[in-house]
């Protein structure tokens, strides 16, 4: 049995301890928005926040877990509201098939939470572990400077 | 979460007629691109849209969602007609019956780039019988003339008394009336449109931001177990014996068993089947593939590219024209590889058999061909077999499967269990999974006339065929020869294939080889056969342009003097990519042009290249001529990511075959583009009022011939076997 927050909430998980945080997301907790992608951290798609920091829920057992704080794409959403990378995202219309999107997101929400002015380059830098073969990259990048953009706006307010 | 996902549960049409007033309305359909389908001219009676008494409007969708788009332009068409809100459209996946089938193919199908294109009428007529039925209701509710009704918001409004009521409300008069469809109906003029050629994000695009969207790998039914599957090391091997003590004793192990996929383990969790798949001890016969290589599929196409060929088009006389060119004939081979699709979602299905039939819930392009295989399989009648469909995280034709490989296993894992069981491929089953983009070997050989332009062209193509021995035998194999293997080097429109190169050429010959149907199975890859023709066709036409003293794009602009859609492309291309205006040292332009599903396309490049070889794609010019362009936002998207997928497989997609095994197994050594490798990209697209065409696939091709023209132009080595990354140029 490991102890863990997710997505604020305390769960307790019965399972192998080498079960994958990614499945351990998708099948004992249904939480599905947590993609499958490649299972050895090459492309991104399962990524989560654990502890604040952006991380491949495929590559991290379930035994690391115990007493740690684990955020997925579902936490996003703050009283209904899309947070305001998931609005960039949406208003910049990046998704295609969308099956890669909840990780670039939370690489993306992890990136401006300590950068919030990201460079091109630095972009690149924090993104380029993910991949989309739909070839979303141009409105990715344009997605995170309009979030900066309003962050930046909201900071000011 | 939002309703933008269509149900995971299935409809019955009779059982939504009957519930809560709700009303279908029947829609004639034509067939549209008429010249483009196989079975010629089909009319189907198709039922698209319901109306409930609460006002919502229900599409019932019988395309697709795998990143196209399809969603969006068919919501935009039915409301467009309807006059209401395209986001305020719910949408539930149509059945697998024929009345759905696609006119163009007569199959449940989305593929081909044809979607926008041929929904484009009936969609429209569907909206307008409906509203022409919601008006005629509100003309007799308060005896007015039909002249003096307008609809906006969902409703039917009379401007001079100010009545209104909502479609919803008029449903009950319909029905009291006996209001029928009217047998004809005007559709909007493009001048009054609101919503089609405007930019529109994503239908389903909230849902794929808050992680609701629901995949197939997402489905969860009550006591649903998972399935890993122990596939051959070779494709097509067999079980020969296996040892399951291991893997059963492991927790959550339910049962092991053969399938003809290979082994298959059943689990409480998919981890738990995955990690028992990987303890089974198994014996395999590795079967008649088992001395495969792809470099003796390079070797055997080579020697049967020198072998006549069977004559796919000879216009005037190619062969005389270069026999008579002496040592002027400009010859060269071009090699393509294995590519797979690699989708971000790795295969799955889930799969319930029950006494009655059989269900799946499944991303599949291919609805009717997945129902036929399995309805075989089970041995049961086709309409017994129910498929549900979720979302796909991308497809590029690996989900339009013709042996449905990866829902009949779900099936017979399925089959004698009373749970449903989903199967989930990793990525390493997925890279290895045997169906792929086939390998092709192209020898050309050209002449130039006295002006060095190109006088004749000799094209043999090699490779496996996609449609041989399939039920699209009869349209697609002609005298032997596959047109799917074609599509892109016939200079004229052969068979379904309503278009040619848009070049001419005055003497132009093509010849065809099916190698020898071994090793893995031929399956359609993002734009298809312009995969392979179209890199052949449009770095040969570079070699040729240089060879005869030409400009590329202007050697391009004369041959095209007669087909005035890719002229307009070329010269806009010229213009916006500053075709003219030199770069500075170590850095290069290249282009090429294509025409794919009626729609030409045209892409200028410009690289930078180091002396070791790396280089970067620093920018790219899409020009696109897709008729009426329906979702400009949706059209940009689709030029930029079907570029961007092109440009992977031409820099490194490869998949290797020794001694019967695929060599790359994940995205460590199956590389695909990446964020730092994306060029700025710049979508230019052409203004028409022609019917919306293709847009999907067109911008998958050209980006390959376009960088390997660059990067002779920059460095002067001419690549002729692919991907770049075998030939020392590496995309950084």
Redesign the interface.
């Given at each position: 049995m490991v102890t863990f927050t997710i997505n604020g909430e305390q769960r307790s998980v019965s399972a192998e301890e080498d079960t994958p945080l990614l499945w351990v997301l998708r099948d004992h907790l249904q939480l599905t928005g947590t993609k499958f992608g490649c299972g050895i951290a090459q492309c991104g798609a399962c990524t989560v926040h654990l502890d604040g920091k952006p991380v491949r829920s495929c590559s991290v057992p379930l035994s690391a877990l115990e007493g740690r704080s684990v955020d997925t794409i579902e936490s996003l959403r703050n009283n209904q509201q899309l947070s305001v990378v998931q609005q960039a995202w949406l208003e910049t219309d990046v998704a295609q098939c969308g099956y890669c999107q909840s990780g670039q997101i939370m690489s993306a929400t992890a990136l401006l939470a300590e950068n919030p002015s990201p460079s091109d380059e630095e972009i690149t830098q924090a993104m380029n572990g993910h991949v989309c073969r739909c070839g979303t990259y141009p409105r990715i990048r344009k997605a995170i400077h309009l979030a900066a953009e309003r962050l930046a706006q909201e900071v000011k307010a | 979460m939002n309703d933008k996902n269509p149900s995971a549960v299935g409809i019955d049409r009779r059982a939504f007629m009957k519930a809560g007033g709700a009303l279908l309305f029947a829609a004639q359909c034509p067939a549209t691109f008429a010249t483009q389908t196989a079975r010629g001219e089909t009319a189907l009676l198709n039922s698209f849209v319901k109306i409930a008494p609460d006002n919502s409007i229900t599409l019932i969708a019988n395309h697709s969602e795998?990143?196209?788009?399809a969603y969006t332009v068919m919501s935009m068409m039915l409301a467009e007609e309807l006059d209401v809100d395209y986001q305020s459209i719910q949408l539930e996946d149509a059945p697998t019956r024929p009345e759905y089938y696609s006119p163009l193919f007569g199959e449940y199908l989305t593929a081909g780039s044809v979607t926008t294109g041929s929904t484009w009428l009936p969609l429209r007529t569907a909206g307008a019988k409906a509203r022409a039925m919601l008006i005629a209701a509100a003309a007799a509710l308060w005896t007015v003339d039909t002249t003096t009704l307008t609809t906006r918001d969902g409703k039917v409004h009379h401007e001079a008394s100010g009545k209104s009521a909502s479609y919803g409300e008029l449903l009950a008069v319909i029905a009291a009336q006996s209001i029928e469809p009217p047998e004809s109906v005007t559709l909007k003029d493009p001048s009054a449109f609101t919503i089609l050629g405007k930019p529109a994000?994503?239908f389903?695009?909230?849902?794929?931001?808050?992680?609701?969207?629901?995949?197939g790998?997402?489905v969860?039914l009550p006591n649903m177990v998972?399935g890993a599957i122990a596939r051959p090391p070779v494709y097509g091997g067999k079980v020969v014996d296996f040892d399951a003590a291991e893997a059963l004793a492991m927790?959550g192990v339910i049962k092991v068993k053969v399938i003809r996929a290979g082994v298959v383990v059943l689990a409480k969790?998919?981890?738990?089947a995955k990690?028992a798949r990987d303890k089974l001890a198994i014996t395999w016969d590795r079967g008649a593939n088992a001395t495969v290589s792809t470099e003796q599929f390079y070797a055997d196409y080579r020697a049967l590219a020198d072998q006549p060929g069977l004559l796919a088009e000879d216009i005037g006389d190619a062969l005389s024209a270069i026999q008579s060119a002496g040592d002027s004939v400009i010859e060269s081979t071009y090699e393509l590889p294995l590519l797979a699709h690699?989708?971000?979602?790795?295969l799955n299905c889930v799969a319930r058999v029950t006494d009655d039939g059989c269900e799946i819930w499944s991303g599949t392009q291919y609805q009717s061909n997945d129902q036929e295989v399995i309805s075989r399989f089970l041995g049961i009648a086709q309409e017994k077999v129910v498929i549900h469909r979720p979302?796909?995280?991308?497809?590029?034709g690996r989900r339009s499967s013709k042996t449905a490989d990866y829902t009949v296993e779900a099936v017979e894992a399925a089959l004698g269990e009373d749970v449903p069981v989903q199967i989930?491929w990793?990525?390493e089953e997925d890279i290895k999974s045997g169906h792929y983009r086939p390998l092709f070997v192209h020898k050309l050989r050209a002449c130039l006339d006295e002006q060095g332009l190109p006088k004749a062209w000799h094209q043999t193509v090699v490779g496996q065929s996609l449609m041989q021995g399939s039920k699209h035998d009869p349209a697609y194999m002609v005298r032997g020869m596959d047109l799917y293997s074609l599509d892109g080097c016939l200079q004229e429109p052969f068979g379904v294939f309503p278009y040619g190169t848009s070049y001419q050429i005055p003497n132009h010959r093509v010849e065809s080889h099916n190698a020898p149907r071994v090793g893995f199975v031929p399956q359609e890859w993002r734009s298809v056969a312009h995969t392979h023709t179209g890199v052949a066709y449009e770095c040969f036409l570079d070699e040729l342009a240089h060879a005869g003293g030409m400009d590329p794009l202007e050697l391009r602009l004369h041959l095209t003097r007669e087909h005035p859609r890719m002229h307009r492309v070329l010269q806009t291309l010229k213009e916006k990519a500053q075709w003219d205006t030199p770069l500075g040292a170590g850095r290069a332009r290249g282009m090429a042009s294509r025409i794919y599903s009626v729609s030409p396309i045209a892409q200028a490049v410009e690289i930078t290249v180091k002396e070791n070889g790396d280089f970067t794609v620093d920018r790219v010019v899409c020009v696109v001529d897709c008729g009426f362009a329906v979702n400009p936002?949706?059209i940009e998207?689709?030029v930029?990511?079907?570029?961007?997928?092109g440009l992977g497989a031409v820099a490194f997609g490869k998949v290797d075959i020794v001694a019967g095994e695929v060599q790359q197994s994940?995205?460590?050594d199956y590389s695909?583009?990446?964020?730092?490798q994306?060029p700025?990209?710049e979508v230019h697209i052409l203004p028409s009022d022609e019917p919306p065409t293709g847009v999907g696939e067109q911008a998958t091709t050209p980006i390959a011939p376009a960088i390997a023209n660059a990067l002779f132009n920059a460095t002067g080595k001419r690549v002729r076997r692919f991907p770049l990354s075998t030939q020392g140029f590496n995309l950084v």
């Amino acid at each position: 049995m490991v102890t863990f927050t997710i997505n604020g909430e305390q769960r307790s998980v019965s399972a192998e301890e080498d079960t994958p945080l990614l499945w351990v997301l998708r099948d004992h907790l249904q939480l599905t928005g947590t993609k499958f992608g490649c299972g050895i951290a090459q492309c991104g798609a399962c990524t989560v926040h654990l502890d604040g920091k952006p991380v491949r829920s495929c590559s991290v057992p379930l035994s690391a877990l115990e007493g740690r704080s684990v955020d997925t794409i579902e936490s996003l959403r703050n009283n209904q509201q899309l947070s305001v990378v998931q609005q960039a995202w949406l208003e910049t219309d990046v998704a295609q098939c969308g099956y890669c999107q909840s990780g670039q997101i939370m690489s993306a929400t992890a990136l401006l939470a300590e950068n919030p002015s990201p460079s091109d380059e630095e972009i690149t830098q924090a993104m380029n572990g993910h991949v989309c073969r739909c070839g979303t990259y141009p409105r990715i990048r344009k997605a995170i400077h309009l979030a900066a953009e309003r962050l930046a706006q909201e900071v000011k307010a | 979460m939002n309703d933008k996902n269509p149900s995971a549960v299935g409809i019955d049409r009779r059982a939504f007629m009957k519930a809560g007033g709700a009303l279908l309305f029947a829609a004639q359909c034509p067939a549209t691109f008429a010249t483009q389908t196989a079975r010629g001219e089909t009319a189907l009676l198709n039922s698209f849209v319901k109306i409930a008494p609460d006002n919502s409007i229900t599409l019932i969708a019988n395309h697709s969602e795998f990143g196209n788009g399809a969603y969006t332009v068919m919501s935009m068409m039915l409301a467009e007609e309807l006059d209401v809100d395209y986001q305020s459209i719910q949408l539930e996946d149509a059945p697998t019956r024929p009345e759905y089938y696609s006119p163009l193919f007569g199959e449940y199908l989305t593929a081909g780039s044809v979607t926008t294109g041929s929904t484009w009428l009936p969609l429209r007529t569907a909206g307008a019988k409906a509203r022409a039925m919601l008006i005629a209701a509100a003309a007799a509710l308060w005896t007015v003339d039909t002249t003096t009704l307008t609809t906006r918001d969902g409703k039917v409004h009379h401007e001079a008394s100010g009545k209104s009521a909502s479609y919803g409300e008029l449903l009950a008069v319909i029905a009291a009336q006996s209001i029928e469809p009217p047998e004809s109906v005007t559709l909007k003029d493009p001048s009054a449109f609101t919503i089609l050629g405007k930019p529109a994000r994503r239908f389903e695009g909230e849902s794929k931001v808050d992680g609701s969207a629901i995949y197939g790998i997402d489905v969860k039914l009550p006591n649903m177990v998972y399935g890993a599957i122990a596939r051959p090391p070779v494709y097509g091997g067999k079980v020969v014996d296996f040892d399951a003590a291991e893997a059963l004793a492991m927790p959550g192990v339910i049962k092991v068993k053969v399938i003809r996929a290979g082994v298959v383990v059943l689990a409480k969790t998919y981890w738990q089947a995955k990690k028992a798949r990987d303890k089974l001890a198994i014996t395999w016969d590795r079967g008649a593939n088992a001395t495969v290589s792809t470099e003796q599929f390079y070797a055997d196409y080579r020697a049967l590219a020198d072998q006549p060929g069977l004559l796919a088009e000879d216009i005037g006389d190619a062969l005389s024209a270069i026999q008579s060119a002496g040592d002027s004939v400009i010859e060269s081979t071009y090699e393509l590889p294995l590519l797979a699709h690699a989708t971000m979602e790795p295969l799955n299905c889930v799969a319930r058999v029950t006494d009655d039939g059989c269900e799946i819930w499944s991303g599949t392009q291919y609805q009717s061909n997945d129902q036929e295989v399995i309805s075989r399989f089970l041995g049961i009648a086709q309409e017994k077999v129910v498929i549900h469909r979720p979302l796909m995280g991308g497809s590029f034709g690996r989900r339009s499967s013709k042996t449905a490989d990866y829902t009949v296993e779900a099936v017979e894992a399925a089959l004698g269990e009373d749970v449903p069981v989903q199967i989930i491929w990793s990525r390493e089953e997925d890279i290895k999974s045997g169906h792929y983009r086939p390998l092709f070997v192209h020898k050309l050989r050209a002449c130039l006339d006295e002006q060095g332009l190109p006088k004749a062209w000799h094209q043999t193509v090699v490779g496996q065929s996609l449609m041989q021995g399939s039920k699209h035998d009869p349209a697609y194999m002609v005298r032997g020869m596959d047109l799917y293997s074609l599509d892109g080097c016939l200079q004229e429109p052969f068979g379904v294939f309503p278009y040619g190169t848009s070049y001419q050429i005055p003497n132009h010959r093509v010849e065809s080889h099916n190698a020898p149907r071994v090793g893995f199975v031929p399956q359609e890859w993002r734009s298809v056969a312009h995969t392979h023709t179209g890199v052949a066709y449009e770095c040969f036409l570079d070699e040729l342009a240089h060879a005869g003293g030409m400009d590329p794009l202007e050697l391009r602009l004369h041959l095209t003097r007669e087909h005035p859609r890719m002229h307009r492309v070329l010269q806009t291309l010229k213009e916006k990519a500053q075709w003219d205006t030199p770069l500075g040292a170590g850095r290069a332009r290249g282009m090429a042009s294509r025409i794919y599903s009626v729609s030409p396309i045209a892409q200028a490049v410009e690289i930078t290249v180091k002396e070791n070889g790396d280089f970067t794609v620093d920018r790219v010019v899409c020009v696109v001529d897709c008729g009426f362009a329906v979702n400009p936002l949706g059209i940009e998207g689709q030029v930029e990511g079907g570029m961007a997928l092109g440009l992977g497989a031409v820099a490194f997609g490869k998949v290797d075959i020794v001694a019967g095994e695929v060599q790359q197994s994940n995205f460590h050594d199956y590389s695909v583009l990446r964020l730092a490798q994306m060029p700025v990209v710049e979508v230019h697209i052409l203004p028409s009022d022609e019917p919306p065409t293709g847009v999907g696939e067109q911008a998958t091709t050209p980006i390959a011939p376009a960088i390997a023209n660059a990067l002779f132009n920059a460095t002067g080595k001419r690549v002729r076997r692919f991907p770049l990354s075998t030939q020392g140029f590496n995309l950084v």
